[in-house]
């Protein structure tokens, strides 16, 4: 498709499980970011991907948090043992690298809901 | 530390009228600033940019406004239509990294 997707749309599950949340990015676009939004909070800040550049981690909240991006494209954000402070809406976002004013496109999101 | 923040978290406004939403930050690096607009259960959507070379502007109903010594920059949206309602993020980068900081959001409604 022409824009980022991510799924699934909605997840909830139990404490103490592990989730997958997935970003398809724009083809082409060589940065990935992904995001929370907490309720009645900001964006913050999780991972960000360029290329074929070491990520940075620097605003995943803990090691139970880990994502990864095979081939340059599709990217996986994993959490672990899950907690109930950990339900938010995840968002991907992607971005042409080239030129340095442009701005990011973001997919729908993902609602986690750990109970 | 928030760098980037908007002070409202909510604003109403009559059809027709003039909304103003407001966003300042602390980091003087800051060169490139954006507005996005998320409605519900959708991610948020690119509305306009401006660079600090820029004190203003301006596409369609839409006008970005910046003052740099004041770090301050806003949203102007005149004729303010019913389905501008949806929540509002300012963000802002610095030339050469790649992080964008978001503001915490500012929640239009635009009354009809």
């Known amino acids: 498709g022409a824009g980022v997707s991510q799924s699934p749309s909605n997840k909830v599950t139990e404490k103490g499980k592990d989730v997958e949340l997935r970003c398809d990015p724009i083809s082409g676009h060589t940065a990935l970011y992904w995001y929370r939004q907490s309720l009645g909070q900001g964006l913050e800040f999780l991972i960000y991907?360029?290329?074929?550049?070491?990520?940075?981690k620097s605003g995943l909240p803990s090691d139970r948090f880990s994502a990864e991006r095979t081939g340059g494209s599709v990217s996986t954000l994993t959490i672990q043992r899950t907690q109930q402070e950990d339900s938010a809406v995840y968002l991907c976002?992607?971005?042409?690298?080239?030129?340095?004013?442009?701005?990011?496109?973001f997919g729908p999101g993902t609602r986690l809901t750990v109970l | 530390d928030q760098q980037v923040k908007q002070n409202s978290p909510s604003l109403s406004v009559q059809e027709g009228r003039i909304s103003i939403l407001n966003c300042d930050y602390t980091?003087?690096?800051?060169?490139?600033f954006l507005w996005y607009k998320k409605y519900p259960a959708e991610g948020p959507t690119f509305l306009i940019s401006i660079s600090s070379i820029k004190d203003k502007n301006e596409d369609g109903r839409f006008t970005v406004f910046l003052n740099k010594s004041a770090k301050h920059l806003s949203l102007h949206i005149v004729p303010s239509q019913p389905g501008d309602s949806a929540v509002y993020f300012c963000?802002?980068?610095?030339?050469?990294?790649?992080?964008?900081?978001f503001g915490t959001g500012t929640r239009l409604k635009v009354l009809a």
């Open positions: 980091n003087s690096m800051f060169d490139y």
């Open positions: 963000a802002a980068s610095e030339t050469g990294t790649y992080k964008y900081i």
């Open positions: 991907f360029q290329g074929n550049s070491a990520p940075d």
């Open positions: 976002a992607s971005r042409l690298s080239t030129g340095s004013y442009n701005e990011q496109f």
